[in-house]
């Protein structure tokens, strides 16, 4: 578990713990939060390729069509899997991170029309 809070593999991971409170102060102000776009993965309607993909802001179209494997990446350890085809390297900086998909992609509920800009 300590793996995951240090060097969280999955952008979406990353994404979240970006937004648990910190108790330093000092802290809490050097950290940038990353900002999720894009609608929510619906647990009924599951999106095909990476379940993630339509608010991760690394996704790609590869994310779209093919679900990524449960594997260790960027040679971490055995017991330290993600399920990511772009996993977050050791100092990466996912602020700035915005996917390489377009908006149509982002939508999971069939018929459901595009957030404008990707807002979340």
């Known amino acids: 578990m300590e793996e995951l809070y240090r060097s969280a593999r999955h952008p979406y991971a ?14 809490v102000g050097k950290r940038e939060r990353i900002v999720l776009a894009g609608d929510v993965p619906s647990p009924i309607n599951v999106p095909r390729g990476c379940r993630f993909h339509p608010r991760c802001p690394k996704a790609q179209e590869r994310c779209v069509e093919e679900d990524p494997a449960l594997a260790p990446r960027l040679g971490d350890a055995p017991d330290h899997l993600a399920a990511c085809h772009f996993p977050v390297a050791d100092g990466e900086d996912l602020t700035r ?5 377009d908006d149509n992609e982002r939508v999971i509920e069939p018929g459901a029309a595009p957030t404008p800009g990707g807002a979340p």
């Open 97 to 101: 991170a915005r996917p390489a998909i």
């Open 14 to 27: 990353t994404a979240l713990l970006s937004a648990v409170p910190l108790p330093d102060p000092d802290a």
